[in-house]
């Protein structure tokens, strides 16, 4: 299958998972329908019933206050991605379709573009595969796990740590009512989770793909401008063999100024999702840390592991992105560069300057998106949290 298919076939999977939420990422105008309401009512719902609620049980007990809290990550993480494809969704659609489009143009330029280009797919296609799969599993287990409690023991516990006013959980009808509203909030949230971070990511993978193109390029002069060199030895005085070597370099400045380019409206698009991502994943693994220290809660853990598998995979593709960028580097550095002319050398010298100023990936302009900031934010979570089991002893 070509690769122009098989990324259209991605990007569409994605926009159906969308589609389910009521937003059409490649409608030429977001429109409103009944579904967008559902999915604007998860956030509004859990602000008003979960955030009040916490606020009355911190007055109770701290302790209490934390649990009923362990969720508010999500709540942020959710808004932000709900704000952001409203107010983006133009540039996210264009985004996606140029991405369709260069896949459309570079498969019929040989086999090794076809070849870097599955691999970009084959690479979006495992990372869906494990998000999927933490998800489905994380989200099955919250949703089942007051059932199944329910018919073991009698014990009632609800998906989300709060209570709707006016209904009793020792109430049947109560009880049912809850479950329902939570379970709406859950798939609803969770689906929205699902299709943001495959947005995000596909966005982010591709710049793996443009840099393996890019290294394709320079790949070609360089062996043009060895060919060159070589073949300087082998002609008679006076003569030798310039196959192209203008052509190639303009094509491969032409490709890294595009490459720049597409890191830079990337950073500009997703930059809010994915700090809200990271770091409201960094929030959730901290309350539901605190929680689990003073004593074993279920769904406390399930929705740690859940932070902790997406922060995980966020900054685990950050740092495949930071290596990205240093092979690029080293690949321009390598260039015969002493072969090009002196017109020539003056452009690339302009283009290996522009590589070493990277559009690296970062969260509120700060935090570099790498396994080295998942490493801080898992040493501050832990100060944070031994600090307050001290406080309370």
């Given at each position: 299958?070509?690769?122009?298919?098989?990324?259209?076939?991605?990007?569409?999977?994605?926009?159906y998972?969308?589609?389910?939420?009521?937003?059409d990422?490649?409608?030429?105008?977001?429109?409103?329908?009944?579904?967008?309401?559902?999915?604007?009512?998860?956030?509004?719902?859990?602000?008003?019933?979960?955030?009040?609620?916490a606020?009355?049980?911190?007055?109770?007990?701290?302790?209490?206050?934390?649990?009923?809290?362990i969720?508010?990550?999500?709540l942020?993480?959710?808004?932000?991605?709900?704000?952001?494809?409203?107010?983006n969704h133009s540039?996210?659609?264009?985004?996606l379709?140029?991405?369709?489009?260069?896949?459309?143009?570079?498969?019929?330029?040989?086999?090794?573009?076809?070849v870097?280009?599955?691999?970009?797919?084959?690479?979006?296609?495992?990372?869906?595969?494990?998000?999927?799969?933490?998800?489905?599993?994380?989200?099955?287990?919250?949703?089942?796990?007051?059932?199944?409690?329910?018919?073991?023991?009698?014990?009632r516990?609800?998906?989300m740590?709060?209570?709707?006013?006016?209904?009793?959980?020792?109430?049947?009808?109560?009880?049912?009512?809850?479950?329902?509203?939570?379970?709406?909030?859950?798939?609803?949230?969770?689906?929205?989770?699902?299709?943001?971070?495959?947005?995000?990511?596909?966005?982010?993978?591709?710049?793996?793909?443009?840099?393996?193109?890019?290294q394709?390029?320079?790949?070609?002069?360089?062996?043009?401008?060895?060919?060159?060199e070589?073949?300087?030895?082998e002609?008679?005085?006076?003569?030798?063999?310039?196959?192209?070597?203008?052509?190639?370099?303009?094509?491969?400045?032409?490709?890294?100024?595009?490459?720049?380019?597409?890191?830079?409206?990337?950073?500009n698009?997703?930059?809010?999702?994915?700090?809200?991502?990271?770091?409201?994943?960094?929030?959730?693994?901290?309350?539901?840390?605190c929680?689990?220290?003073?004593?074993?809660?279920?769904?406390?853990?399930?929705?740690?592991?859940?932070?902790?598998?997406?922060?995980?995979?966020?900054?685990?593709?950050?740092?495949?992105?930071?290596?990205?960028?240093?092979?690029?580097?080293?690949?321009?550095?390598?260039?015969?560069?002493?072969?090009?002319?002196?017109?020539?050398?003056?452009?690339?010298?302009?283009?290996?300057?522009?590589?070493?100023?990277?559009?690296?990936?970062?969260?509120?302009?700060?935090?570099?998106?790498?396994?080295?900031?998942?490493?801080?934010?898992?040493?501050?979570?832990?100060?944070?949290?031994?600090?307050?089991?001290?406080?309370?002893?």
């Amino acid at each position: 299958m070509r690769p122009s298919v098989r990324i259209h076939e991605l990007v569409a999977n994605i926009n159906y998972c969308a589609k389910l939420l009521g937003l059409d990422l490649l409608a030429p105008k977001l429109k409103i329908v009944f579904r967008t309401w559902i999915t604007m009512f998860a956030p509004v719902s859990y602000l008003i019933f979960g955030v009040s609620w916490a606020f009355r049980q911190i007055q109770h007990h701290w302790m209490d206050g934390l649990k009923a809290s362990i969720m508010l990550g999500g709540l942020i993480n959710g808004t932000t991605e709900l704000i952001s494809v409203l107010q983006n969704h133009s540039a996210m659609k264009n985004m996606l379709n140029y991405t369709i489009g260069i896949f459309a143009e570079y498969e019929t330029r040989g086999a090794d573009y076809c070849v870097a280009l599955n691999f970009g797919v084959d690479r979006m296609l495992k990372i869906r595969r494990i998000i999927r799969i933490g998800y489905a599993v994380s989200f099955f287990v919250m949703l089942a796990v007051p059932w199944a409690l329910l018919f073991y023991d009698g014990t009632r516990v609800t998906v989300m740590q709060y209570e709707i006013p006016g209904l009793s959980l020792e109430n049947n009808v109560g009880y049912t009512v809850t479950y329902l509203q939570h379970m709406i909030v859950a798939v609803v949230g969770g689906l929205g989770f699902y299709t943001g971070d495959l947005l995000v990511l596909l966005a982010l993978v591709q710049i793996l793909t443009f840099a393996h193109i890019l290294q394709l390029k320079a790949n070609a002069l360089n062996d043009a401008l060895n060919y060159k060199e070589q073949s300087r030895y082998e002609a008679q005085v006076g003569g030798y063999a310039d196959i192209g070597t203008q052509s190639l370099l303009l094509d491969l400045i032409k490709w890294h100024q595009l490459f720049t380019d597409y890191c830079r409206d990337i950073e500009n698009i997703y930059h809010n999702m994915i700090a809200a991502q990271v770091l409201s994943s960094a929030i959730s693994i901290l309350l539901c840390f605190c929680v689990n220290l003073n004593g074993f809660h279920l769904i406390s853990t399930i929705y740690l592991f859940i932070s902790a598998y997406s922060m995980l995979v966020y900054c685990i593709v950050g740092s495949q992105i930071e290596y990205a960028y240093d092979q690029v580097y080293d690949r321009l550095s390598s260039i015969s560069w002493q072969e090009l002319r002196p017109d020539q050398r003056k452009l690339f010298g302009l283009m290996l300057k522009e590589a070493q100023r990277t559009q690296t990936m970062t969260m509120i302009g700060i935090l570099p998106l790498s396994m080295r900031t998942a490493l801080q934010i898992t040493k501050l979570i832990y100060s944070i949290s031994m600090m307050m089991m001290r406080n309370r002893n």
